[in-house]
């Protein structure tokens, strides 16, 4: 089975869009043509994210421009209705076909208390699982016209409903998520990370019953002809950022994740490695390129919603740098000794990046697996 290789469909974008002078303003019109581009470009699809836009409004105002990606659309289970987005679901696809996916997210309780939602993350476990078997009921039976003079239902495409994309970290995310979902997403690291995390997964998804269609991962990627090229186009990020906008942003982290015990001057990283990038800032300095390198192509990065890893949580920032031969044989590695088979990608600014990885990238990604 090919990578199914998917971008990112956001209105964060830019060259630099975690800095103010980098980041584009929303514009429907690049929106637009940003999901024509992965669509022409080969993709599989694209992970609609929320910034704060609504993900399936900004999914279906653009889904008729394109004709074959499928789009990945976040979803907060118990937000809306499950008859409800059942409802939108059907509709979305007697338009645009049977192309729609939801990322199931539980969310953080910074995030889903903005919708008066207060739950501790077992109730929002149960309460996801039981929302999208209710989703699920309600799709399959279609959405039937309620004028007596018009018998009309919009039936269901998929015998087995919408499939259901989402991650868990924790162990108990990692249960909720061999219980509720078809294709388990981690954060990309490095391998024995992602081997350990996918066999975790596989386990609890075994102990339910059940199996995953696939095992897929987030990450950026900056792919160039060569690898000198790729590697001095990364490492623009952090010269454009600099070094004072970069620790004042993982200060602010730092006080956010320790309740404002800690800052940059006291933190202690998990690590050596994530130490000696804490050091340089310190310094006034910026961690070298070679010091940023996590695994052979796999750099620690920044992205429009994640600064510098230096948690060591596995953030979305990591980056796959390098050749399309260097990357590729990377993730051929992970398909062979972990099992991933869908990639989440994405790169600044968004439309130009994907233009890049289409035509480098993803016919070497076609080949793996076959």
Do not use: C
Not at 40 to 55: H, K, R, Y
Not at 203 to 209: D, I, P, S, V
Not at 236 to 241: A, D, L
């Amino acid at each position: 089975m090919a990578i199914k290789a998917l971008w990112y469909l956001s209105t964060a974008d830019g060259h630099y869009p975690w800095i103010p002078e980098g980041f584009f303003p929303v514009d429907f019109e690049r929106y637009k043509k940003l999901a024509q581009t992965i669509d022409q470009g080969g993709f599989f699809g694209a992970l609609v994210a929320t910034w704060p836009n609504d993900p399936l409004t900004s999914a279906a105002s653009v889904a008729g421009f394109t004709q074959k990606m499928k789009f990945l659309v976040a979803e907060y289970a118990g937000l809306t209705p499950a008859k409800l987005l059942a409802e939108q679901a059907l509709t979305f696809e007697k338009f645009h076909g049977s192309r729609l996916l939801f990322n199931h997210i539980n969310g953080t309780p910074q995030r889903i208390s903005t919708y008066g939602i207060s739950l501790e993350a077992e109730k929002r476990y149960a309460l996801g699982q039981s929302y999208w078997e209710e989703f699920q009921e309600h799709y399959q039976k279609g959405y039937r016209s309620l004028f007596p003079n018009t018998d009309f239902t919009i039936e269901p495409t998929s015998e087995k409903g919408i499939p259901l994309w989402g991650t868990g970290d924790s162990t108990a995310g990692v249960q909720h998520a061999g219980q509720v979902v078809n294709v388990y997403l981690l954060m990309l690291r490095e391998l024995d990370r992602v081997k350990d995390q996918f066999s975790r997964a596989v386990e609890a998804a075994q102990q339910n019953g059940r199996r995953y269609d696939d095992l897929g991962a987030l990450t950026s990627v900056t792919v160039r002809k060569n690898q000198h090229d790729a590697e001095k186009h990364f490492y623009q990020i952090f010269e454009k950022t600099g070094v004072d906008l970069l620790k004042q942003k993982l200060d602010v982290s730092i006080q956010r994740k320790t309740g404002g015990d800690e800052n940059i001057n006291t933190f202690q990283a998990p690590d050596a490695q994530r130490q000696e990038w804490v050091d340089y800032i310190r310094q006034g300095k910026l961690p070298p390129l070679e010091s940023l390198r996590l695994e052979n192509n796999l750099y620690a990065g920044m992205s429009a919603w994640s600064s510098l890893d230096i948690f060591g949580y596995a953030s979305s920032a990591a980056y796959l740098v390098g050749s399309p031969e260097n990357i590729a044989a990377q993730v051929e590695q992970y398909h062979k000794e972990t099992g991933l088979s869908a990639l989440i990608m994405s790169g600044w600014p968004l439309i130009e990046e994907a233009q890049i990885t289409s035509e480098l990238l993803l016919p070497l990604l076609k080949e793996i697996g076959e």
